[in-house]
């Protein structure tokens, strides 16, 4: 089993550390990677996994709303917890609900449950991912349009997809090819962006760093678990969710933080902690499912 867990991680966080030791030498500039794999590769990745004939809807409802639960679960029990670490609930909160189901969550179901897993990995990070750029933004800013979200790529790529296996349009393979090529992309790049992303890691305010960095897995884990028997989920599925309730805080917080000026040193400290802190939640979660 420890081999088996070692085996799943490592080319995780090798890539990871390829890119922190990149940026550390190098100090590159990855805004134009980081937008074209938002705006193209990872909308192809999605588009790719909903269109296929394997993916039924239906058939992933418990799994949405198992992730679902796990976000907002997460947030009702991190409130409370703010104010006993006497931090703004603005501040903690939203990291302890969104998670890195993008750069880690895709890769690592992939590497954790086959390939079969990415449609089921891509549900996890629809419903995160929807979630942030809605409710998140709102907790941050309650006067915030909300509009732009149905213009962004990947929401077009979920509903074009969802389109295509709803109305079972068998598109032509090489076609098909082409975009899951060019979503097979999206993947190392998300980790390798991450690796670059951890240089500007501040531990300055470590201690809401480290206090979320172990309660984000441990809350998201807990709720998980139990909203897999209520459900009534079993085998993969029930597997995957807890997994995702394992999953470090996104590093989409911080750039929200900075934009609304929520406190950004202090969640930049609890994403960047957290990501380190997913070394050894991630082989956790992972001994606990398979």
Do not use: C
Request: aromatic share 10%; charged share 10%.
């Amino acid at each position: 089993m420890l081999i088996r867990i070692a085996a799943i991680v490592f080319p995780l966080f090798a890539i990871v550390l390829a890119g922190w030791l990149y940026g550390r030498a190098r100090r590159p500039d990855l805004t134009f990677a980081n937008e074209v794999n938002m705006d193209v590769f990872v909308p192809a990745l999605v588009f790719a996994a909903l269109a296929g004939k394997s993916f039924d809807l239906v058939g992933y409802r418990s799994l949405a709303l198992g992730a679902l639960v796990v976000v907002l679960g997460s947030g009702l029990l991190a409130w409370p917890l703010a104010r006993l670490l006497r931090a703004e609930a603005k501040t903690f909160v939203p990291p302890m609900m969104f998670n890195n189901s993008g750069n880690m969550g895709l890769p690592l179901a992939v590497l954790a449950f086959g390939e079969v897993s990415l449609p089921a990995a891509v549900v996890l990070f629809l419903v995160s991912n929807l979630l942030h750029f809605s409710l998140g933004i709102y907790l941050l800013d309650h006067r915030a349009r909300l509009a732009s979200l149905w213009r962004m790529p990947v929401v077009l790529a979920t509903a074009a997809g969802l389109a295509v296996s709803a109305g079972g349009i068998e598109l032509w393979p090489p076609l098909l090819t082409a975009i899951r090529m060019l979503g097979e992309i999206s993947i190392p790049l998300l980790l390798f962006s991450l690796g670059v992303r951890l240089i500007d890691a501040s531990f300055h305010t470590w201690r809401i760093g480290l206090a979320g960095a172990v309660l984000r897995p441990v809350i998201g884990m807990a709720i998980a678990w139990s909203a897999a028997r209520l459900l009534g989920m079993e085998g993969q599925h029930a597997a995957m969710l807890l997994v995702f309730g394992a999953l470090p805080p996104a590093v989409l917080n911080f750039v929200f933080a900075e934009r609304y000026r929520q406190e950004p040193e202090k969640v930049a400290s609890i994403v960047m902690i957290g990501n380190v802190a997913a070394l050894a939640f991630i082989p956790l979660a992972l001994a606990v499912a398979l």
